[in-house]
């Protein structure tokens, strides 16, 4: 290959070469240079810079006064800023308790759900079980650990959810449910826990399984393997018979270890004498071969 059609992956160096190439060294050095000038008072270099010093320290003590009448002009709005920033904060604090016990107050009186329950649930409006026990586990920490939902409790107004809430949980649904879809704009719509599972439902598949392909095309039959992970994401499984590389291998191993197995008949001996492997003889640096009879019994 030409290295004009060579690829390229290497980096393009930017530093400048010459003196400037390296400024930080450049900046280090030049201010060694003067802490020893200023130590060793080279050119009364210390004298200069200490008497500018004392010039700038005797102007601003000179403005003490107003710095002082200022500083207390604005203490008093500052300690209100302050103040209303506490205040504020704990009536923010307050009012999420008085709605965790609104809701906490609401639920007990409903009974504890199970997976399971959940599901079948789910399953008399059209949510498949995948959908709903991904959905199950997402509202865990919203219902305090304890799922006590009906399938119309509002996400933002019973849940107490936010937009970004919202968002996450369609996200990772629509991820552990192997489907994809651009949620901007769609999470208004979403409005109650049945409306979040059926919009994952009604999501397009990102990985069809072979079983689910079946289903689609309304073929009848033997339902095929299909891989499940840990957490039920499900993966696109070739079929073995459909793997031409593998299955040809495995065939061409099967058939070596049938042809070993098979072990070819012993003919029986001739009682007649016949010639064996005649041992070989060396003289005078040629071979010589002689034949041996095998005498008759």
Known sequence: ??????????????????????????????????????????????????????????????????????????????????????????????????RRLGKEARLSSRDSQTQDEFCDLAAESGVSRKVATHTYRALQQYYHGDVRSLLHDRLREDLHMT????????????????????????????????????????APLQFLTHSAAKRVRGDQGKPEVVRTAAMGETRMVKPLHKRSGLMAAVKNISGMRKAAAVQKPVEPRDPVARPVNPPV?????????????????
């Open 1 to 98: 290959m030409g290295i004009s059609n060579r690829r390229v992956n290497d980096p393009s160096l930017t530093r400048q070469r010459g003196l400037f190439s390296h400024p930080g060294t450049l900046f280090v050095a030049a201010m060694a240079i003067l802490f020893s000038a200023y130590i060793f008072n080279v050119g009364g270099l210390q004298t200069r810079a200490n008497a500018s010093f004392d010039n700038f320290n005797q102007s601003a003590q000179s403005h003490n006064d107003s710095a002082v009448r200022l500083t207390m002009q604005l203490a008093p709005p500052a300690a209100g800023l302050v103040v209303l920033l506490l205040v504020y904060w704990a009536l923010k604090t307050i009012a999420r308790g008085i």
């Open 163 to 202: 937009e970004i809430h919202v968002y996450n949980t369609l996200s990772n649904l629509l991820h552990r449910s192997d489907r994809k879809k651009d949620l901007d704009g769609e999470t208004g719509t979403v409005l109650t826990v049945i409306d979040l599972m059926q919009f994952v439902e009604k």
């Open 281 to 297: 003889a060396v003289a005078g640096g040629r071979e010589v071969k002689r034949d041996i009879t095998v005498p008759r019994d």
